[in-house]
T-cell receptor
Framework: SAVISQKPSRDICQRGTSLTIQCQVD?????MFWYRQQPGQSLTLIATANQGSEATYESGFVIDKFPISRPNLTFSTLTVSNMSPEDSSIYLCSVAGTHNEKLFFGSGTQLSVL | AQKVTQAQTEISVVEKEDVTLDCVYETRDTTYYLFWYKQPPSGELVFLIR??????QNEISGRYSWNFQKSTSSFNFTITASQVVDSAVYFCALSERGGLTGGGNKLTFGTGTQLKVEL
């Protein structure tokens, strides 16, 4: 299994500012995934982050709004830029298991934008 | 495009009752994987089960059981003798084929079913 640590666990931010969320995994993983869970909604994949290459974004998500870094095989960051109240969500980092049999999830970052 | 439908938004039961959570999926892939995750109030997603499209055997794990029926594109989840600790949001998910093997890559989630188990 993989242990994923996400920071911060929650934050309240002002409109127009940016927040960087960190995701640390206790083992090396090829792919890391960032999901968003809007209030009362399901999880939506934002992007897939591979080490050494640019992240792959899903439809509706762009790099300027959600820049992602993946400097090594155990760490990634997601930045939510120029925030608006619509960005208020839980953001979750996830990684695939050793045999790609499932995804492990961090405990998420609860973001509220005022 | 892949889609997962969980028609039950919220279910309330009394402890010790059995409860079934429905999941219907759509995919054009012949190889795919289905998952159930539990999200307790703490927020962390807990993996419950993974099933590949070629294995239609039902599975039982303690009080949990899963019924996979390819003919109806359903993957339902039953909790027997429910307990208060089962209260959570349960998500059904479908993986995209290709890339990594095993299906443990990006997932398409249903909207979740909020289960409330009361004393």
């Amino acid at each position: 299994s993989a242990v994923i640590s996400q920071k911060p666990s929650r934050d309240i931010c002002q409109r127009g500012t940016s927040l960087t969320i960190q995701c640390q995994v206790d083992s090396q993983v090829t792919m890391m995934f960032w999901y968003r869970q809007q209030p009362g909604q399901s999880l939506t994949l934002i992007a897939t982050a591979n080490q050494g290459s640019e992240a792959t974004y899903e439809s509706g998500f762009v790099i300027d709004k959600f820049p992602i870094s993946r400097p090594n095989l155990t760490f990634s960051t997601l930045t939510v830029s120029n925030m608006s109240p619509e960005d208020s969500s839980i953001y979750l980092c996830s990684v695939a298991g050793t045999h790609n049999e499932k995804l492990f999830f961090g405990s998420g970052t609860q973001l509220s934008v005022l | 495009a892949q889609k997962v439908t969980q028609a039950q938004t919220e279910i309330s039961v009394v402890e010790k009752e059995d409860v079934t959570l429905d999941c219907v999926y759509e995919t054009r892939d012949t190889t795919y994987y289905l998952f159930w995750y539990k999200q307790p109030p703490s927020g962390e997603l807990v993996f419950l089960i993974r099933r590949n499209s070629f294995d239609e055997q039902n599975e039982i794990s303690g009080r949990y059981s899963w019924n996979f029926q390819k003919s109806t594109s359903s993957f339902n989840f039953t909790i027997t003798a429910s307990q208060v600790v089962d209260s959570a949001v349960y998500f059904c998910a479908l993986s995209e084929r290709g890339g990594l093997t095993g299906g443990g890559n990006k997932l398409t989630f249903g909207t979740g079913t909020q289960l409330k188990v009361e004393l």
